[in-house]
């Protein structure tokens, strides 16, 4: 049992650039998170899904898009990359609903530097 | 919309001493619950405790336990006999309604020899 896993862990993109970055788990959570972590703060919801083909914004979306077609993946675009993108990004996923803990599982996050 | 506030951007504590990170949180939801991860130098999140609102007795795990004010909004984390792995930042969050989490700014803690 993996977890959730993301790839690549560490990626340095030019501005303009785009990229995926990976996020598959194996825990048949049927909902699934995208945040950033940008130094020495907190962590913010970019996208979250509640399940395949359902997703939605979070606090920061822009300049970055989502889908989910299967349960297990959860993959997030970045278009035109530019600096202020620079940050860790962490995946997650949870077993949401009534009466349960609603406890997100995180990744180990990837490192993404836009220079 | 929801809010975590910690107000303790960084802790000192004693080897083998309990140490109290604050949280308080703001949500109209009445049901929610409420979780303090930890991340280490690593960068991973780890998760710690679960209180949910409408428990009745504060949630334990281990050297952990949260102190869990509903009147207050507070959602204080105690780490008892502090170990130097410790050593981390903690993210107290809340979880209500649009089942989404959000964090606070997190506290560094430093547990000294």
């Known amino acids: 049992n993996a977890g959730v896993t993301q790839t690549p862990k560490f990626r340095i993109l030019k501005i303009g650039q785009s990229m995926t970055l990976q996020c598959a788990q194996d825990?048949?959570?049927?909902?699934m998170y995208w945040y950033r972590q940008d130094p020495g703060m907190g962590l913010k919801l970019i996208y979250y899904s509640v399940g395949a083909g359902i997703t939605d914004k979070g606090e920061v979306p822009n300049g970055y898009n989502v889908s989910r077609s299967t349960t297990e993946d959860f993959p997030l675009r970045l278009e035109l990359a530019a600096p202020s993108q620079t940050s860790v990004y962490f995946c997650a996923s949870s077993w949401t609903g009534t009466g349960y803990s609603n406890e997100q599982f995180f990744g180990p996050g990837t490192r993404l530097t836009v220079l | 919309a929801q809010k975590i506030t910690q107000t303790q951007p960084g802790m000192f504590v004693q080897e083998k001493e309990a140490v109290t990170l604050d949280c308080t949180y703001d949500t109209s939801d009445p049901s929610y619950g409420l979780f303090w991860y930890k991340q280490p130098s690593s960068g991973e999140m780890i998760f710690l405790i679960y209180q949910g609102s409408y428990d009745q007795q504060n949630a334990t795990e281990g050297r952990y336990s949260l102190n869990f004010q509903k009147a207050r909004k507070s959602a204080n984390l105690v780490i008892s006999a502090s170990q130097l792995g410790d050593s981390a930042m903690y993210f107290c969050a809340i979880f209500s309604g649009y089942s989404t989490l959000t964090f606070g700014k997190g506290t560094m803690l430093l547990v000294s020899p």
């Open positions: 825990m048949n959570h049927n909902y």
